[in-house]
């Protein structure tokens, strides 16, 4: 069974900065492509960043530029580590799994995220 938990949420100032964290345990299988994603208040959960098995990553053109996806393969980790943060990066971020063959999506329950000042 694949479970997903973040953690690295907090509050924060804008123009500072966090690191989030998203524990990946049991097999999600190969290839696949580990994401993060965000939903803030009264929207759509939206696609902030994903990495693929061989490394290749995708940035929401929100997060071009601020934002940086990465995984640890061995150590099942993937992080999230975002620069410059701005009040409209406030959110709910959401760790997950998507393995290619199936196209079945994994989900961690979300950490918060919150800049103001």
């Known amino acids: 069974q694949v479970q997903l938990e973040e953690s690295g949420g907090g509050l924060v100032q804008p123009g500072g900065s966090l690191r989030l964290s998203c524990a990946v345990s049991?097999?999600?299988?190969?290839?696949?492509?580990m994401g993060w994603y965000r939903q803030a208040p009264g929207k759509q959960r939206e696609l902030v960043a994903t990495?693929?098995?061989?490394?290749?990553?995708n940035y929401a053109v929100a997060a071009e530029g601020r934002f940086t996806i990465s995984r640890d393969i061995a150590e099942g980790k993937v992080y999230l580590q975002m620069n410059s943060l701005k009040i409209e990066d406030t959110a709910a971020y959401y760790c997950?799994?998507?393995?290619?063959?199936?196209?079945?999506?994994?989900w961690g329950q979300g950490t918060q995220v919150t800049v103001s000042s």
């Open positions: 990495m693929t098995t061989s490394g290749n990553a």
């Open positions: 997950s799994a998507r393995q290619l063959y199936t196209d079945t999506y994994y």
């Open positions: 049991g097999s999600v299988g190969t290839p696949n492509v």
